[in-house]
C-alpha cells in the first residue's frame, strides 16, 4: 500500500488523499475510488443514424448506472524532446555517413514539424465512487464491490464501441502528480501513433 509521505501534510489536507491501494484510491469518510481509463470515439465522423444510436446507447448506458461517474478529460502536450535525443543517440552508434545524415535530418524534420503544430495527447478516464457503510469497513469486500462496478461500466462502454481499464497503483499516482505538478505537464512520450497524427497534419496543410 502506498501512503503520502508524512511531510506532505500539507498537501494530503488539499487533496484529501489516505492513500493508494491494490489499484484503489482511498479516501476520508470511509469513501474510495476507481480510475478507468478509455478509449474514445470519434463523434463527428460518424454518419447522423450512427450518432442518433451513439446517443441513445450513451443515455442508456447512463440510465442502467447505480452508481455515480466522475468524467475526466486529461490534456497533455507530447514530449518532442525525449523523442528527438533518442533518435540523435541512434546517429552516435551509426557508422556510415549517409545514415547519420539521415538521422540528423530526420530529427531537425521533427523538431520542425513541431513548432508549427503543438501536439497534445489527450486521454479520458471515469471514476467510480464507492462509500462503505460505518461498520462495513472489510477491504475485501470493498473491493468486491469496486471490482463489480467496474465490471458493469466497462460493459457497458464496450456496448457503444470503446474499450476501457482499471489504472494500476502507480498509474493513479502518476495521473495526481501531473495534476499538481504542472511544469511536468510535458511528460507523454511521443510514440508512432502521435507520429502519424503530425504527418497526417503536416500532409493537411
Known amino acids: 500500500m502506498w501512503h503520502w509521505k508524512q511531510d506532505k501534510v500539507s498537501s494530503r ?18 469513501e474510495y475510488r476507481v480510475v478507468l481509463e478509455t478509449s474514445s470515439v470519434n463523434f463527428e465522423l460518424k454518419s447522423e443514424a450512427e450518432q442518433d444510436v451513439l446517443i441513445d446507447s450513451f ?19 507530447v514530449d518532442v524532446e525525449t523523442y528527438v535525443k533518442d533518435i540523435l543517440k ?3 552508434k551509426e557508422k556510415e555517413k549517409v545514415y547519420q545524415n539521415q538521422i540528423e535530418n530526420y530529427a ?4 520542425n514539424l513541431v513548432v508549427r503544430n503543438k501536439i497534445l495527447s489527450r486521454k479520458f478516464f471515469l471514476v467510480i465512487p464507492y462509500q462503505a457503510a460505518e461498520k462495513s469497513k472489510d477491504f475485501r469486500i ?3 464491490q469496486l471490482q463489480l462496478l467496474s465490471d458493469i461500466v466497462i460493459k ?12 494500476e497503483t502507480i498509474e493513479i499516482l502518476d495521473l495526481f502528480y501531473s495534476f499538481y ?25
Open 13 to 30: 489536507k488539499q487533496i484529501q488523499i489516505k492513500g493508494v491501494k491494490d489499484n484503489i484510491l482511498l479516501l476520508p469518510n470511509n
Open 59 to 77: 443515455e442508456n448506458f447512463l440510465n442502467s448506472l447505480n452508481t455515480k461517474l466522475q468524467i475526466l478529460i486529461r490534456v497533455r502536450e
Open 90 to 92: 541512434l546517429k552516435d
Open 108 to 111: 531537425d524534420f521533427i523538431k
Open 142 to 144: 470493498i473491493k468486491e
Open 156 to 167: 457497458a462502454l464496450e456496448k457503444l464501441g470503446m474499450k476501457a481499464r482499471r489504472l
Open 181 to 205: 505538478n504542472p511544469d511536468q505537464i510535458k511528460s507523454q512520450l511521443l510514440t508512432k501513433n502521435t507520429l502519424e497524427k503530425m504527418l497526417e497534419g503536416e500532409n493537411e496543410i
